[in-house]
């Protein structure tokens, strides 16, 4: 049932109850305390009232003369009555009695001893035949300063308790207010808690959050959500292996967690866009920052990373047996033509001249594959070469193969070599394709001093000088976007995987473009390095 009652009345009966418990236990220990001060308090005034009888002269004397007068009892009853004492009560040595309210006993001996019989004052409280009392015994000294008798004057408990009653009611007074200032400050604090979560139960706020580590942790997106000044608060296990992050993340700011770069931007929204496409060492990630707004105020931000490696890996080699496909299709419509004339030679009756013709056409390609298949290796570079030699031709463009190419073997991947030299030969392709003059690509591979060096060159418009720290920048392009196909992905792969081996890459500014790209096949990392060079006879390298 406690469970069951909203957020504002659990708070509200929680403090009510620690409020009743705390006053209640204070007013109790205040009216111990101020007991226990007003009975020594009383105790004292009735042994000061009881000193001053006993240093009475008129009292002393008749005590020591045995009081034939009897003039000990009405002195002793104008001082009661003049103090508001219960008794004032005179004896001698042995207890008898001189005075008393009740005169029965007047002449009756005390029944416990004589408490001053010791020279000294005495206090405590006497439960006598009047009731329970405030008490104070004082000597009485005679003549010769020898203890004659004793003074003992006592002030009932209701002078007390009406006095006690009367700060109670004080504490009484205190502790209502504070219950109700209590009251009020605890539906005040309900209502800013209510406030705060959006007006949702306790049993509400679990579930959700139950919820939300089922979904964080069970989707194959990573997400990542931050406060209002850039701390993690919310990470999930898919957004840790995205974003290589093994340590402890909650509320730490996300920009000590990533190294500088734009992922970093992005998620800290430095830079802004959404569905960007950052490529990090191991991934190609979609970046998507949305601000957080939540009854019109803001609540942080949800960053989500969606892992495109794998898709755009197949976009791309699907877009690459497209271009094989044509540049098939291209060479069957050639072949067929190829055909027809074989055929009509034939039919002409000129056999001689069909087998010369037969043997040409054959030559040269077979010559191009043979002369790639024999100065390049391994055979997987080589085939790529040669096909785009034939998609090349298909865009009418020229790509050529330089002579003095000669590759063998070199121990680095075969996949990132493969990788490097098609994506620049595409890019090259794609640079000159459509421009207007000559349309020309050279290749060069080689493998000199211990590293394969490829020289890409195009006679396309080049890179422009502003654009030479951009051009390696994943998600830039200056090209028109392509449907199917994400741009400014080609050049940052080539970036990375040239500083994964630990190569160099020589970027030269238009008119024409040219990539020198250097990759160790020893074995041997050195510091990645991206050169600029100015346009000139031999281009200067800037390291």
């Given at each position: 049932m406690?469970?069951?009652?909203?957020?504002?009345?659990?708070?509200?009966?929680?403090?009510?109850?620690?409020?009743?418990?705390?006053?209640?236990?204070?007013?109790l220990?205040?009216a111990?305390?101020?007991?226990?001060?007003?009975?020594?308090?009383?105790?004292?005034?009735?042994?000061?009232?009881?000193?001053?009888?006993?240093?009475?002269?008129t009292?002393?004397?008749?005590?020591?003369?045995?009081?034939?007068?009897?003039t000990?009892?009405?002195?002793?009853?104008?001082?009661?009555?003049?103090?508001?004492?219960?008794?004032?009560?005179?004896t001698?040595?042995?207890?008898?009695?001189?005075?008393?309210?009740?005169?029965?006993?007047?002449?009756?001996?005390l029944?416990?001893?004589?408490?001053?019989?010791?020279?000294?004052?005495?206090?405590?409280?006497?439960?006598?035949?009047?009731?329970?009392?405030?008490?104070?015994?004082?000597?009485?000294?005679?003549?010769?300063?020898?203890?004659a008798?004793?003074?003992?004057?006592?002030?009932?408990?209701?002078?007390?308790?009406?006095?006690?009653?009367?700060?109670?009611?004080?504490?009484?007074?205190?502790?209502?207010?504070?219950?109700?200032?209590?009251?009020g400050?605890?539906?005040?604090?309900?209502?800013?808690?209510?406030?705060?979560?959006?007006?949702?139960?306790?049993?509400?706020?679990?579930?959700l959050?139950?919820?939300?580590?089922?979904?964080?942790?069970?989707?194959?997106?990573?997400?990542?959500?931050?406060?209002?000044?850039?701390r993690v608060?919310?990470?999930?296990?898919?957004?840790?292996?995205?974003?290589?992050?093994?340590?402890?993340?909650?509320?730490?700011?996300?920009?000590?967690?990533?190294?500088p770069?734009?992922?970093?931007?992005?998620?800290?929204?430095?830079?802004?866009?959404?569905?960007?496409?950052?490529?990090?060492?191991?991934f190609?990630?979609?970046?998507?920052?949305?601000?957080?707004?939540?009854?019109?105020?803001?609540a942080?931000?949800?960053?989500?990373?969606?892992?495109?490696?794998?898709?755009?890996?197949?976009?791309?080699?699907?877009?690459?047996?497209?271009?094989?496909t044509t540049?098939?299709?291209?060479?069957?419509?050639?072949?067929?033509?190829?055909?027809?004339?074989?055929?009509?030679?034939?039919?002409?009756?000129?056999?001689d001249?069909?087998?010369?013709?037969?043997?040409?056409i054959?030559?040269?390609?077979?010559?191009?594959?043979?002369?790639?298949?024999?100065?390049?290796?391994?055979?997987?570079?080589?085939?790529?070469?040669?096909?785009?030699?034939?998609?090349?031709?298909?865009?009418?463009?020229?790509?050529?193969?330089?002579?003095?190419?000669?590759?063998?073997?070199?121990?680095?991947?075969?996949?990132?070599?493969?990788?490097?030299?098609?994506?620049?030969?595409?890019?090259?392709?794609?640079?000159?394709?459509?421009?207007?003059?000559?349309?020309?690509?050279?290749?060069?591979?080689?493998?000199?001093?211990?590293?394969?060096?490829?020289?890409?060159?195009?006679?396309?418009?080049?890179i422009?000088?502003?654009?030479?720290?951009?051009?390696?920048?994943?998600g830039y392009?200056?090209?028109?976007?392509?449907?199917?196909?994400?741009?400014?992905?080609?050049?940052?792969?080539?970036?990375?995987?040239?500083?994964?081996?630990?190569?160099?890459?020589?970027?030269t500014?238009?008119?024409g473009?040219?990539?020198?790209?250097?990759?160790?096949?020893?074995?041997?990392?050195?510091?990645?390095?991206?050169?600029?060079?100015?346009?000139?006879?031999?281009p200067?390298?800037?390291?």
């Amino acid at each position: 049932m406690w469970r069951s009652r909203p957020l504002a009345s659990q708070i509200l009966l929680g403090v009510l109850g620690i409020l009743v418990a705390t006053v209640s236990a204070g007013t109790l220990l205040y009216a111990k305390l101020t007991r226990e001060t007003l009975d020594t308090q009383y105790g004292q005034r009735a042994l000061g009232i009881a000193m001053t009888v006993a240093q009475m002269p008129t009292v002393r004397d008749a005590l020591v003369a045995g009081d034939p007068g009897h003039t000990i009892d009405p002195m002793a009853e104008q001082v009661r009555r003049t103090t508001g004492a219960a008794y004032v009560v005179v004896t001698d040595r042995t207890g008898l009695r001189y005075s008393h309210p009740n005169p029965d006993l007047i002449g009756q001996r005390l029944e416990e001893p004589v408490a001053a019989l010791d020279g000294r004052g005495h206090t405590g409280i006497d439960n006598g035949s009047l009731g329970r009392s405030a008490n104070g015994r004082a000597p009485l000294l005679g003549p010769d300063g020898a203890v004659a008798g004793q003074v003992s004057v006592g002030i009932l408990e209701e002078q007390v308790s009406s006095e006690l009653m009367g700060r109670i009611l004080w504490v009484l007074l205190y502790s209502a207010v504070a219950l109700a200032i209590g009251v009020g400050a605890s539906w005040l604090l309900a209502h800013r808690i209510k406030r705060a979560t959006f007006d949702l139960e306790l049993s509400e706020i679990v579930a959700l959050l139950q919820e939300r580590e089922a979904m964080l942790h069970g989707i194959r997106e990573g997400v990542v959500g931050l406060d209002t000044v850039g701390r993690v608060e919310v990470i999930n296990d898919e957004a840790r292996r995205l974003l290589g992050i093994s340590t402890a993340a909650r509320g730490r700011r996300i920009a000590d967690l990533l190294p500088p770069g734009r992922l970093r931007d992005l998620m800290t929204g430095t830079m802004c866009g959404a569905d960007e496409v950052v490529l990090t060492d191991e991934f190609l990630l979609v970046v998507n920052r949305m601000p957080v707004v939540l009854a019109g105020r803001d609540a942080g931000a949800v960053i989500t990373l969606r892992d495109r490696t794998e898709m755009e890996g197949l976009v791309r080699e699907l877009d690459a047996v497209t271009g094989l496909t044509t540049a098939l299709r291209a060479q069957e419509h050639e072949f067929n033509n190829r055909l027809h004339v074989l055929s009509g030679l034939l039919g002409l009756g000129e056999p001689d001249e069909a087998a010369r013709y037969l043997a040409e056409i054959s030559h040269d390609y077979t010559a191009q594959a043979g002369d790639l298949r024999a100065r390049i290796s391994p055979p997987e570079l080589a085939a790529l070469l040669l096909a785009k030699v034939t998609i090349a031709a298909e865009r009418d463009v020229r790509l050529t193969v330089s002579p003095e190419s000669h590759l063998d073997l070199p121990s680095i991947e075969t996949k990132s070599l493969l990788t490097v030299l098609g994506n620049l030969i595409d890019n090259a392709v794609e640079a000159v394709a459509g421009e207007l003059g000559p349309r020309r690509v050279d290749v060069h591979v080689s493998d000199v001093g211990g590293a394969v060096r490829i020289v890409v060159t195009d006679t396309g418009p080049g890179i422009a000088h502003d654009a030479l720290e951009k051009v390696f920048t994943d998600g830039y392009s200056s090209k028109a976007p392509r449907e199917g196909m994400r741009r400014g992905l080609g050049l940052a792969l080539v970036y990375r995987l040239v500083h994964r081996a630990g190569g160099s890459i020589d970027v030269t500014p238009g008119p024409g473009a040219r990539f020198e790209v250097r990759l160790p096949n020893t074995g041997v990392p050195h510091e990645y390095r991206v050169r600029r060079a100015r346009r000139t006879t031999e281009p200067e390298r800037v390291s």
